[in-house]
Nanobody, 124 residues
Framework: QVQLVESGGGLVPAGGSLRLSCAASGRTFSSYAMGWFRQAPGKEREFVAAISWTGRTTDYVDSVKGRFTISRDNAKNTVYLQMNSLKPEDTAVYYC?????????????????WGQGTQVTVSS
């Protein structure tokens, strides 16, 4: 079992940057692939980025490639999402999620553990 707590959200002007963190409890964090998803009002939750349990493999939705970077520090049980060149359309609640023994799926259903979410608002 792993519990996830996101932090780092906030209000930022277009073109700005934020770094989201997701702290995980439990001693088996390194065996989980981790993903970041987001959900805007009235829309379905969508995949943003994922990283394998080793950290060697990453995946991004096309709309954030070149702007967002996912990384992890297994010694600190933490996964990060560095977000640069933010756009108003990036506004959403961002969730981190853990996929047991996975490589970082794009499917919401592949993740058994979710954080409570952190709000990111990008003003135009």
């Amino acid at each position: 079992q792993v519990q996830l707590v996101e932090s780092g959200g906030g209000l930022v002007p277009a073109g700005g940057s934020l770094r989201l963190s997701c702290a995980a409890s439990g001693r088996t964090f390194s065996s989980y692939a981790m993903g970041w998803f987001r959900q805007a009002p009235g829309k379905e939750r969508e995949f943003v980025a994922a990283i394998s349990w080793t950290g060697r493999t990453t995946d991004y939705v096309d709309s954030v490639k070149g702007r967002f970077t996912i990384s992890r520090d297994n010694a600190k049980n933490t996964v990060y999402l560095q977000m640069n060149s933010l756009k108003p359309e990036d506004t959403a609640v961002y969730y981190c999620a853990a996929e047991s023994h996975g490589l970082g799926s794009r499917r919401v259903g592949a993740y058994a553990h979710w954080g409570q979410g952190t709000q990111v608002t990008v003003s135009s």
